[in-house]
C-alpha cells in the first residue's frame, strides 16, 4: 500500500506564510484523491481542503481565501498557506482517499490508496 509523507511545517509569526507538501509513495495504479487534514491540541481532527484526481478543489469553510491547495504531480500535493493565526496552529495530515472511474472499482485499491494517513507536520503560529 501506498505511504505518506508531509514536510514544510514549522514556527512563523501571526501573518505569515508556510507552504506543505505531501508526497505519496509506492507503486499503485490506483485512482485517489488527495485530502488535507487538520487537528489542534484537544480538538477534533478537521478537513482543510481536497484535491481529486482530475485537480477539483474543495476548501474547508475557515480557510476563507487563504489557503491554496495544488497538485503538482499524480503522487504530490502542496498546501500553501499565508495570513496564519495562532488559530492555525495544528498537526497537518494528508490522507489517500480511493477515487476510482464510473466500472472500475478494484477491490485491491481499497487496501492499496483507500484512508492512508501521513504522520503529519507540525505548524506553529506565534502571536
Known amino acids: 500500500h501506498v505511504q505518506l509523507v508531509e514536510s514544510g511545517g514549522g514556527s512563523v509569526q501571526a501573518g505569515g506564510s508556510l507552504r506543505l507538501s505531501c508526497v505519496v509513495l509506492g507503486d499503485t495504479t490506483c485512482l485517489y484523491d488527495i485530502y488535507w487534514y487538520r487537528q489542534a491540541p484537544g480538538k477534533e481532527r478537521e478537513i482543510v481542503g481536497t484535491v481529486d484526481t482530475n485537480g477539483h478543489l474543495g476548501y474547508a469553510d475557515f480557510v476563507k481565501g487563504r489557503f491554496t491547495i495544488s497538485r503538482d504531480t499524480r503522487n504530490t500535493a502542496a498546501l500553501d498557506m499565508k495570513s496564519l493565526t495562532p488559530e492555525d496552529t495544528a498537526m497537518y495530515l494528508c490522507?489517500?482517499?480511493?477515487?476510482?472511474?464510473?466500472?472500475?472499482?478494484?477491490?485491491?485499491?481499497?487496501?492499496?490508496?483507500?484512508?492512508?494517513w501521513g504522520r503529519g507536520t507540525q505548524v506553529t503560529v506565534s502571536s
Open positions: 490522507k489517500t482517499q480511493y477515487a476510482p472511474r464510473p466500472g472500475t472499482w478494484d477491490r485491491s485499491c481499497l487496501d492499496d490508496v483507500a484512508d492512508r
